[in-house]
C-alpha cells in the first residue's frame, strides 16, 4: 500500500523540518510515503474563514484520485492509542485502496466538500496542537505503527 500525506502550506523551522524527514525516511523501509504541499494561499488575510477554506478544498480535493481512501486529520476524529492506530493501518493495507491519502488542513479545518470526500477523520489527541506539530506527531505515529506490526523495539508496551 502507498500512503500520501497532503500538507496544507510548507513546514517552517529547520529543526521540525529535520525531524519530519527523518520518520518519512524511516517510513519508506515499511512502505512508500510522498509528502504533498499545498501552497498556502495569497492575500488569505482579506479572505473569510470559509472562502479559505473553500479554496484549500479546491487544491487539495485536486490532489485526490478516485481509488484513494482519504483520511483526515481533524479534532472531531476518532483517536488511538499507538496499538490500535497501528491494527488501524494493517486493516486498511488489507483492503485493497491503492493509496491511503492523509490530509492535515490549514488552520480553519477543511471545506464541506472536503469533510465529504473524507472516508474517516483522525485525532491525534484532545488537545490542540499547531499545523507544524501535527505533521511530526502523525509522521512518528506512522512509523511507531509499522514498528509495532514488524514486532520491532521501538514500541514498548
Do not use: W
Request: glycine share 6%; aromatic share 8%.
Amino acid at each position: 500500500m502507498k500512503f500520501s500525506l497532503i500538507l496544507v502550506g510548507k513546514t517552517t523551522g529547520k529543526p521540525l523540518i529535520q525531524m519530519i524527514d527523518d520518520y518519512v525516511e524511516r517510513i519508506a523501509h515499511f512502505a512508500p510515503l510522498s509528502v504533498e504541499v499545498i501552497p498556502e494561499l495569497r492575500n488569505a488575510k482579506s479572505l473569510s474563514r470559509e472562502q479559505q477554506k473553500t479554496q484549500e478544498g479546491k487544491a487539495l480535493l485536486a490532489k485526490i484520485k478516485p481509488s484513494d481512501r482519504v483520511m483526515l486529520l481533524d479534532e472531531r476524529g476518532k483517536m488511538f492509542s499507538s496499538q490500535d492506530f497501528a491494527t488501524y493501518i494493517e486493516k486498511m493495507q488489507h483492503c485493497g485502496a491503492g493509496r491511503t491519502v492523509f490530509i492535515i488542513g490549514g488552520p480553519y479545518g477543511f471545506s464541506p466538500e472536503v469533510y465529504s470526500r473524507a472516508d474517516d477523520k483522525i485525532s491525534l489527541s484532545p488537545m490542540t496542537f499547531s499545523h507544524q506539530m501535527v505533521r511530526l506527531l502523525f509522521v512518528e505515529q506512522l512509523y511507531r505503527a509499522h514498528t509495532i506490526l514488524h514486532n520491532l523495539p521501538y514500541h514498548h508496551e
